[in-house]
């Protein structure tokens, strides 16, 4: 079936360090993928997303690349602020499944500390 | 621009105890979806809804139910709570499936207990 698997959390990282967030996928066909982020107190939110493989999604410094041949879109952040302290979801679009079927992985809490 | 709005936020319910979840949100997006998060679990699809009047079964769907009257309105119904329904629960909504040229927008959420 579809899954999405990232890795645990907390990671707690000094202001300015680089930050990645592992995240594989099992999928049949081609499925979009996305990066949610959850700020505390909010619902989520999209950060980025990628359609198909190769493909580069990016937004507010994040960057994360569709790899089909690794089955992976790691987040990665050249340097965290304190502002990026939240919970991060990857996510796949299954296709195969129900209309609009977002598979979430567990999210991964990142705390940056100044 | 209120985007999704849930509540209640927060909720304990005893055994047996029924209550509705509502969602509503002011963007006239035909898609809507209820998901629940379980401590250290990605989101699972409850039930979703592609335009007024029509509902379909998600990935877990036992012990709720839904109605969607109106595009602006996606209640969830538990009927009967029991503790395996503790969680928090999202609803969300988009113009059309996520992943083309939209994407899902989120409510904060709702924390339910059920003891």
């Known amino acids: 079936g579809n899954s999405v698997t990232q890795m645990e959390g907390p990671v707690t990282l000094s202001e300015e360090a680089f930050l990645t967030i592992n995240c594989t996928y099992t999928?049949?066909?081609?499925?979009?993928l996305f990066w949610y982020v959850q700020y505390p107190g909010e619902g989520l939110q999209l950060l980025l997303k990628?359609?198909?493989?190769?493909d580069k999604g990016s937004n507010k410094g994040f960057e994360a690349t569709y790899r089909k041949e690794t089955t992976s879109f790691h987040l990665e952040k050249g340097s965290v602020q304190v502002s990026d302290s939240a919970v991060y979801f990857c996510?796949?679009?299954?296709?195969?499944?129900?209309?609009?079927?977002?598979?979430f992985g567990k999210g991964t809490k990142l705390s940056v500390k100044p | 621009n209120a985007g999704v709005t849930q509540t209640p936020k927060f909720r304990i319910l005893k055994i047996g105890q029924s209550m509705t979840l509502q969602c509503t949100q002011d963007?006239?997006?035909?898609?809507m979806y209820w998901y629940r998060q379980d401590p250290g679990m990605g989101l699972k699809l409850i039930y979703y809804?592609?335009?007024?009047?029509?509902?379909d079964k998600g990935e877990v769907p036992n012990g709720y139910n839904v109605s969607r009257s109106t595009t602006e309105d996606f209640p969830l119904r538990l009927e009967l709570a029991a503790p395996s329904q503790t969680s928090v629960y999202f609803c969300?909504?988009?113009?059309?499936?996520?992943?083309?040229?939209?994407?899902?927008?989120f409510g904060q959420g709702t924390r339910l207990t059920v003891v």
């Open positions: 969300a909504s988009s113009y059309s499936r996520p992943g083309g040229n939209t994407e899902a927008f």
């Open positions: 999928a049949t066909g081609y499925p979009s």
């Open positions: 990628a359609t198909k493989a190769d």
């Open positions: 996510a796949l679009l299954n296709y195969g499944g129900s209309q609009g079927n977002l598979i």
């Open positions: 963007m006239n997006h035909n898609y």
């Open positions: 809804s592609v335009g007024a009047g029509i509902t």
